[in-house]
């Protein structure tokens, strides 16, 4: 066996090995070519595929890292898509214990306000109930001046009469 042939036996016997109903394996177009091509042909070629070789392998380099900075990009997105969403839940939380205390606060000031109106209302009925004691005491004080001095005023009365009477007469 020559060092030409062994490609397509190796090809043959993995087809037969894989499945016992395989199917020929075509040979390589390019190992045929080469196959027919004379020594500096054949140099030519190689030299020609040795550049695509090294193109591609620039290719792939270049294309590999693209896809880790875009892969590190990702990460680094993804982290401080992270970090943002923790932050917007402990401001949300934050925001809901700042709702909660102002809740509390006003509840604790209508509470302060009911309070107030109730001490009111009764102060109200204190002034008003020592308003009518006072107005009893000031009319029972009345009164007794009164009978005190309607018997004086009656005397007087007749006095201013009698007078008039000697100065009439």
Not at 129 to 157: G, H, M, T
Request: proline share 4%; glycine share 2%.
């Amino acid at each position: 066996p020559s060092p030409t042939h062994e490609p397509l036996a190796m090809a043959k016997k993995k087809a037969k090995k894989a499945s016992k109903k395989a199917v020929k394996v075509a040979p390589d177009p390019l190992w045929l070519e080469v196959k027919e091509m004379d020594l500096e042909s054949a140099t030519a070629k190689k030299e020609e595929l040795m550049h695509q070789l090294q193109k591609i392998r620039r290719n792939r380099n270049y294309y590999m890292l693209e896809r880790d900075a875009i892969q590190q990009y990702h990460f680094v997105v993804c982290q401080e898509n992270e970090e943002l969403q923790a932050q917007i839940k402990n401001l949300e939380s934050e925001m809901e214990e700042r709702q909660r205390a102002h809740k509390d606060t006003i509840q604790i000031y209508l509470q302060k306000v009911t309070h107030l109106e109730y001490e009111h209302a009764h102060n109200l009925e204190i002034v008003d109930e020592e308003k009518q004691a006072d107005l009893r005491d000031a009319q029972q004080a009345y009164e007794q001046k009164k009978s005190i001095a309607a018997p004086a005023e009656v005397r007087c009365r007749k006095r201013v009469r009698s007078r008039g009477e000697e100065a009439r007469g």
